[in-house]
Nanobody, 115 residues
């Protein structure tokens, strides 16, 4: 089994920044990709940012230039630096890990952007 533990969510004012972290543990052998998804109330879960094993990244258009994903392979940890946050970024953010065709999810961390 693989466990993912997220941290770093919270309440922030518009224009502020947050950094999310997700640490993976358990049966980690060869991670293909790690990423962040989010789900706002009444909406479907969407991919926010993904980073491949080689470091390639992909972002949803809505966060391009504001969010930055990175990973520390030695620590099996992925980060999401979120800058210039907007109220529409409010959601539960989930960490995802792909390995051998399986997807693993964290429990989610709430991010609320409000004045």
């Amino acid at each position: 089994q693989v466990q993912l533990v997220e941290s770093g969510g919270g309440l922030v004012q518009p224009g502020g920044s947050l950094r999310l972290s997700c640490a993976a543990s358990g049966n980690i052998f060869k991670i293909s990709a790690m990423g962040w998804y989010r789900q706002a109330p009444g909406k479907q879960r969407e991919s926010v940012a993904v980073i491949g094993s080689g470091g390639s990244t992909k972002y949803v258009d809505a966060v391009m230039g504001r969010f930055f994903i990175s990973r520390d392979n030695a620590k099996n940890t992925v980060y999401l630096q979120m800058n210039s946050l907007k109220p529409e970024d409010t959601a539960v953010y989930y960490c995802n890990l792909g390995q051998f065709g399986f997807n693993y999810w964290g429990q989610g961390t709430q991010v609320t952007v409000s004045s």
